[in-house]
């Protein structure tokens, strides 16, 4: 297959374009990125497997992604605004990029004939009960609490509009909070990481009792993978990990896995509008593919805990990353 990967030369992203190049090296991969604060540079090894081509292109350039689809097997939007501090600060960027530039793609696979696949998240479902022992399923409302998650929500709107009404052979997957390698260290886990490699405070929202269901990148990466391969047109899948966690609970098993004391946690004034717990049920239609989870969270913290140490000097220039792709 020709494949088009948006969005990977970011965290997700460029995890399954290894792990699709891993498992089906006949495939060709252009992946297609506009290079934003959160392109990782250490993805342009990438460049180095002669079934991979990357491309910088906006998705939202109807002209430039019509070309790079012109012969293309299928598209895979990664490509998303999805840090919601960012989005509560302003919004407009993640208009743009989760909710123009799907529609983009959308017209793009319409008129082209191309299969279609688009990544989403378990946030549009909203928030659950802390106490509650239920998980989001395929049957629950949509209900986004924050800018991003609308962005999001959307954008899946907009995919099932076009699988409804134009006949796009499409599917859609909502996964849990993914970790693991190359994750920008804006986020929890890889924030954490960092900060105690250094010895600087780790911020904890509130008392940091948030339950959140983790999976590993990988694990995600293979259930997009067998979508691709033997996934229903039309249908959305469902993601989970099986690992709700108390995110105070996160970072101490990143501390305990690194030696560090626990005395570097820092609780800090709780985001506003903070949904308090996400879990997510896996569909029974992915389980029939024959997708299960196969990392543990114990031992996924370990394997990304050696990723940020191993690289932490990348990571510590972060803030410098776009000067690198010029």
């Known amino acids: 297959m020709k494949i088009i990967v948006t969005g990977g030369m970011g965290f997700i992203g460029s995890n399954f374009v290894r ?46 992604m019509e070309q790079v ?3 293309a097997d299928c598209i895979i939007n990664f490509a998303a605004e999805s840090h919601v501090d960012n989005s509560i600060s302003s919004s407009e960027e993640f208009i743009r990029s989760n909710i123009v530039g799907t529609n983009t793609l959308l017209k793009i696979v319409r008129e082209k004939g ?3 696949h688009h990544i989403s998240t378990d946030e549009v479902f909203g928030s659950l ?16 609490r924050n800018p991003y998650s609308a962005t999001k929500a959307s954008a899946d709107f907009l995919v099932k509009a076009s699988i409804n009404t134009y006949g796009v052979r499409a599917t859609i ?26 010895r600087k405070k780790i911020p904890i929202y509130g008392k940091g009792n948030q339950i959140r269901d983790w999976i590993h990148v990988i694990d995600h990466c293979s259930a997009i993978s067998l979508i691709i391969d033997k996934g229903k047109i039309g249908a959305t899948y469902l993601i989970g990990g099986s690992e709700e966690t108390r995110n105070i609970d996160i970072v101490k098993k990143v501390t305990q896995v690194m030696n560090i004391s626990d005395d570097i946690i820092e609780f800090v004034s709780d985001r506003p509008g903070h949904d308090v717990k996400y879990a997510l ?32 000097k990348h990571y510590e220039n972060y803030n410098k990353w776009q000067g690198e792709w010029n």
Not at 297 to 309: A, P
């Open 19 to 64: 792990y699709r190049m891993n498992k089906h090296p006949e495939d060709e991969i252009i992946n297609v990125d506009k290079i934003t604060y959160a392109s990782n540079p250490l993805n342009l090894d990438l460049n180095k497997s002669r079934n991979h081509k990357f491309v910088r292109v906006d998705i939202v350039d109807y002209e430039k």
């Open 69 to 71: 689809a012109k012969d």
């Open 114 to 116: 191309i299969r279609f």
């Open 129 to 144: 009960d802390l106490n509650s022992n239920k998980k989001f399923n395929g049957n629950s409302p949509y209900n986004p």
């Open 173 to 198: 997957s909502n996964c849990t909070n993914n970790y693991g390698p190359y994750q920008h260290p804006e986020k929890l886990i890889p924030k954490t990481i960092l900060n105690a490699l250094y």
């Open 281 to 312: 049920e896996t569909s029974n239609d992915l389980i029939k593919l024959g997708w299960k989870k196969t990392i543990k969270l114990e031992d996924g913290l370990r394997d990304t805990v050696k990723h940020y140490m191993e690289n932490k």
